[in-house]
């Protein structure tokens, strides 16, 4: 029994090995170019039925990236700035040309976003929760694409334990807190910490980022 447990350890060490090595590093060449400071976020285009879809996820990738090292333009800010210059919807929004915003906010970088996928599915015992979003982060000079990725995440209800009784229970509580805020900002929360902090492909530390905290 115990050589059996040493190999199936060794198959599982050499298959993480493996599954490690081909995750390729991104290229980072443009991004240490430009050098950028400022983040400007725009409105992310919602290919979703969730309506909030857009807002909840504009605000859950203002902290990562401020975290990160860069100043971000509040979002509050930016909505309003749109609204008032007739633009209602991230459609309209997303329009705008680079030279334009560069005028307007004095961004260096701008980050656009595509939601594919969000929101909660429910079964009969349980019920999975999930964002995906494509994200691309652009050089509001000359349009050169910086740093780019897939924000993700799925989160599925536990059955609580003790059988149907417990699943049953679960999916109860689950849709209970669901009708009492919207869990889908804590999912959005951990796609978006995930793409912008991940070892290989997340976003390289901004100017701002604490020196204390780079690894050396």
């Known amino acids: 029994m115990h050589r059996v447990f040493t190999r199936l350890f060794t198959v599982l060490l050499i298959l993480s090995v493996v599954a490690c090595a081909n995750v390729s590093p991104y290229d980072y060449t443009a991004l240490k170019a430009a050098k950028p400071r400022s983040i400007l976020i725009i409105p992310p285009i919602n290919q979703t039925t969730e309506v909030l879809a857009s807002d909840l996820f504009m605000s859950a990738m203002s902290q990562p990236l401020s975290e990160r090292g860069y100043y971000v333009f509040p979002v509050a800010v930016v909505q309003r700035y749109f609204h008032e210059n007739g633009l209602p919807g991230p459609e309209e929004m997303n329009s705008v040309e680079l030279e334009k915003l560069k005028e307007q906010f004095g961004a260096d970088a701008v980050l656009y976003t595509i939601i594919h996928d969000w929101g909660q599915k429910y079964e009969v015992l349980s019920s999975t929760s999930t ?31 003790g059988g149907l009784a417990g699943a049953l229970l679960g999916a109860l509580v689950t ?5 009492a805020f919207d869990p889908m900002m804590n999912v959005s929360t951990f796609a978006t910490h995930r793409i912008v902090n991940d070892q290989h492909r997340g976003l390289l530390p901004g100017p701002y980022f604490p020196p204390e905290n780079l690894k050396n």
Request: hydrophobic fraction near 35%; glycine fraction near 16%; aromatic fraction near 6%.
């Open 131 to 161: 964002v995906k979003a494509d994200v691309n982060l652009i050089d509001s000079k000359n349009g050169a694409l910086l740093w780019s990725g897939t924000a993700f995440h799925q989160q599925g209800s536990g059955n609580g334990g």
């Open 175 to 179: 849709q209970l807190m669901s009708e």
